[in-house]
């Protein structure tokens, strides 16, 4: 009962189709990551039994998302973090943290082997 192809209806409204290939999620790695994201949180319901439902989950959802997750590929801060520079402050602190924690331990088991008459290498 259509009196066009969708191809065609598309073409009339100068959009262009893509598909992506079946059971190849690397083609659009950026939002396969997402919709794992979304999908893998608790709070998630699965469906949403309104579009005003799914807008107030979404809406919350992106708040958490972009200011309190820590996401892997931007070092373990925030987006916002990131968008505001305060990860460049944030990852020198945890540096510093690290620098001295693994020096305080090594200052330790120095002074333990010298204890106990190991000698230091």
């Known amino acids: ?67 309190k997750h820590y996401h892997t590929g931007i070092g373990m801060v925030t987006p916002q973090d990131r968008h505001t520079g305060k990860d460049v402050i944030i990852l020198a602190e945890r540096k510093r943290i690290k620098e001295e924690t693994l020096q305080r331990r090594k200052d330790y088991h120095c002074a333990g082997n010298q204890r106990f008459g190991v000698a230091n290498s």
């Open 1 to 67: 009962m259509r009196s066009t192809s969708t191809k065609a209806f598309f073409a009339t409204l100068g959009v262009q189709q893509y598909f992506a290939r079946p059971r190849t999620p690397n083609d659009n790695p950026q939002v396969e990551a997402l919709f794992s994201t979304v999908k893998n949180v608790p709070q998630y319901p699965g469906r949403f039994s309104s579009l005003a439902e799914a807008e107030a989950y979404f809406e919350e959802f992106f708040d958490w998302y972009n200011n």
